[in-house]
């Protein structure tokens, strides 16, 4: 045996517990459902081959456009608001003039590392609307109060807060960390040639932060479409189905309905609506990053 070959060897030996385990907790669970995606299956009795039926029934079932509509809209109100919240965070916090940055620090992430359920049920007794705090300040400021999980209109924005509001820290970290790997020189040159802070931004920073800012949008968009507990705490749903979103309706068909193989249909058209969104993502920002270059 070669040196090479034997140190290739050291490496796969330190890699395989860590490949057996994805194997057995990632690739086999997909295998298997794909597999129920074409059977008909309780739980209880044996799973019996049933063809295309689920997904005959998934083309058919005027619920998964709506739930799909539902999640893309909560995408749509977390996504674009959280990116451009959080880009400014961190550029104040890499700026020079800011103080309190160890502070902030702190006070942003602190949302991140908390459990999703524990943060929604604390959000749901906030915005309850007989005893909750913030009726309570609209109360007392001689303000009108709002049913904010209760009012269709309100209740799937409500939603969206919480989890911008939870998963903000992960976005800001991921933005400081590429506004560190811009060189001070390249801004030092482009304030000798008279660039102010907005040209410079625009020319030189967001170009730069592009590469950060897709890897950001790619896992928006997939943490959006697994939006899951917080509609499990706050709302289970309602009202009027305004907060049912897709992975909700996947759990209930699996777990209240007892249907695991039109389940693993809906995970199955899930798993390929991601992939689409995660390519068409690569090809438009793939593009603007050629141009920038």
């Known amino acids: 045996m070669t040196r090479r070959t034997r140190t290739a060897s050291y490496g796969w030996e330190f890699v395989a517990p860590a490949l057996l385990l994805i194997g057995m907790f990632v690739v086999l669970p997909c295998i298997w459902g794909i597999g129920m995606s074409f059977a008909q299956y309780d739980g209880i009795a044996p799973p019996r081959f049933v063809g295309v039926a689920n997904y005959a029934r998934l083309a058919g079932d005027p619920m998964v456009p709506a739930t799909l509509i539902n999640t893309a809209f909560y995408v749509l109100l977390t996504l674009p608001v959280g990116l451009a919240l959080a880009l400014a965070i961190a550029l104040a916090l890499n700026a020079k003039w800011f103080r309190a940055r160890n502070f902030v620090r702190g006070l942003y992430f602190l949302p991140n590392v908390t459990s ?7 959000w749901q007794w906030l915005l309850n609307p007989e005893f909750g705090l913030l009726n309570a300040g609209l109360r007392g400021a001689g ?4 049913g904010w999980l209760s009012d269709p209109k309100l209740a799937m924005p409500s939603v969206a807060a919480v989890g911008l509001w939870q998963g903000l820290g992960f976005t800001v970290l991921i933005y400081l960390s590429g506004l560190r790997g811009i060189s001070e ?3 030092e040159a482009a304030r000798i040639d008279g660039a102010g802070a907005w040209a410079g931004f625009r020319n030189i920073t967001w170009p ?5 800012t897709m890897f ?33 309706y996947l759990w209930q068909s699996a777990f209240q309905n007892l249907e695991m193989g039109y389940a693993s249909a809906m995970a199955v058209l899930l798993f390929a609506i991601v992939m689409l969104l995660t390519a068409l993502q690569w090809r438009f920002y793939g593009r603007k990053l050629q141009t920038w270059q």
């Open 216 to 248: 950001l949008t790619i896992m928006g968009v997939i943490g959006g479409f697994q939006v899951f507990q917080s509609v499990y705490v706050m709302t289970q749903g309602g009202p009027l189905d305004r907060t049912r979103v897709y992975l909700y």
């Open 143 to 146: 303000l009108p109060t709002y």
């Open 116 to 122: 999703l359920a524990a943060v929604a049920f604390v």
């Open 185 to 187: 020189e390249i801004h």
């Open 208 to 212: 730069l932060l592009m590469p950060t």
